[in-house]
Every structure is written in C-alpha cells, then in structure tokens.
C-alpha cells in the first residue's frame, strides 16, 4: 500500500505572470539544492528556444531571474514534479506543457522543431526532447517510439495536455513509494514516514503510461543534454546511460540532424 498524494492545494492562489499564459505551451521546471548550479544555465537555453518557465524550487534551491514558486516544505524529487503538473493543468489552458528536469541544456530549435512536427501517434503521452544513450541503440535518427517497462530519464518531456491529465490522476501517481528498494521492505515505510525521499519519478511516469495504454516517443539525435555532473539525490553523474547517446549538434540546424538529407 503506498501513500496518497494529495498535492492540489500546495500552490493554490498563486498566479502566473502574463509571460507564462501561453495558450499553447507551459513550461514547468523542477529543482533542488545541487553542488553545482546547473539551473541558470538551463534556463537560458530555454529562453534561447522561446520558452518561458517557470520554476518550482524546494526550499535552498538557486534563485534565478524565471518565475519561482518555492515550495513551503520539501516535497522530494516525485512530489515536486507532481505538484508542478498538477499545478500547469489546474492554471492554464496550454495545449502542451514541457515538465523540465534543472540539469537540461536545450538545443535552440526545440521548440520550433516540436512546433512544425505532428504528434506521432493518437495515443502519444509526451515526445521526449531528451534521448538517453541505450534507447538509441539499433534505432536510426528520428521521432522514434520507444517500449519500456518504465521509463529511463525524464528531463524534458512535452507532455499532451489530456495524456499529463490522466497520468496525474492515475492510482499509481497517488500512492508511489519509489522503485523497489533492493535494502528490502522496510524502506517503503520509511518512506512512508518521510514522503519528501520518494523518488524514480521517471519509473514512476512509465509504469503509468503503460498502464494507460499509451506510447512514448523520442527525439533522436536528443535536442537536451543532461549537464549535471552531481545527482541531487546520489544517483551519479552523466555519464554513460545518463546522458544521450547521439546528442544533436547545438550549432548546426535540428531538423538537418533528426531528419538528414539523402
């Protein structure tokens, strides 16, 4: 038995600047204390590609010159992004909402790219600007559909607004307690006692779109680089699996990378 998140009131009454009232997009970015400050950067990166967020910070979090919405209270790392979901959905009327991750530097052309593309598929929960490396193995470049069990890193997803809808709402959001421990039972309820340790957001996000019988699907070569070097809850840094495989040349045009010439 998990715990039932109740995160609808947490940032009830505080508005948005008109920057941010996009009727096609909302932009929510989630962050915590790190040892090293990869906020301002990402930031700039999206602002650089059209986009406006707004942040939704733990308490010590880097101040940054974006919207803020500081949570009165840890809420740890699935928490945070649940409340910054249901929060986008509840305030605005945004066709696609990005959820962000603080450590994604974006390549220029995200948002023209996910502007010109049609949604893949009628079933399509999010397009993923962030590719992580095994999920390029044996696949070409392109929108690519991709099958998991769960989900492996969701630090920039561009979610259709009726698919964030019913992931948020689904039993499995309201009572998650984190991937299965492997230092046995007893830290569920640990978990339990103290829900701001609950994390595996991306998991999490998975397991529920497979339960809703929708699809994921993936940019690739990955628009996002993960730049943290430092995990905020000791995962690692990015290496490896942690990072993009093929990452999109922030120089050179993004659709002449997704979609090369013949």
Avoid at 8 to 18: E, F, K, M, V
Avoid at 21 to 49: G, H, N, Y
Avoid at 117 to 137: C, E, G, M, Q
Wanted: hydrophobic share 40%.
């Amino acid at each position: 038995m998990g715990i039932r998140h109740d995160l609808s009131r947490i940032h009830a009454g505080q508005p948005l600047p008109s920057a941010a009232l996009d009727p096609d997009w909302f932009v929510a970015v989630t962050t915590a204390p790190r040892k090293q400050c990869t906020l301002t950067a990402s930031i700039a990166t999206m602002r650089r590609a059209g986009w406006e967020p707004v942040v939704f910070a733990e308490p010590g979090a880097t101040k940054c010159n974006a919207h803020t919405i500081v949570n009165p209270s840890r809420l740890g790392v699935w928490r945070n992004w649940l409340a910054s979901a249901e929060y986008a959905l509840a305030n605005t009327s945004a066709k696609r909402i990005l959820t962000v991750q603080d450590d994604s530097l974006f390549h220029p052309d995200s948002k023209a790219f996910v502007d010109a593309i049609d949604w893949p598929a009628r079933n399509a929960a999010f397009v993923s600007l962030y590719t992580p490396k095994h999920y390029s193995k044996g696949r070409s470049v392109g929108i690519n559909r991709v099958k998991t069990r769960s989900l492996w890193g969701a630090c920039a997803l561009v979610w259709d607004r009726h698919a964030l809808a019913k992931v948020v709402r689904h039993e499995t959001a309201k009572t998650w307690l984190g991937a299965s421990p492997k230092s046995g039972q007893g830290v569920y309820q640990k978990r339990r006692d103290n829900p701001a340790t609950i994390a595996n957001s991306d998991t999490a996000i998975g397991k529920i779109i497979n339960a809703l019988g929708m699809s994921m699907w993936f940019i690739d070569p990955s628009p996002v680089y993960h730049a943290a070097e430092y995990s905020t809850i000791n995962h690692g840094g990015n290496d490896g699996r942690r990072n993009c495989g093929r990452c999109a040349d922030h120089d050179q045009p993004l659709a002449d990378q997704v979609w090369p010439k013949r």
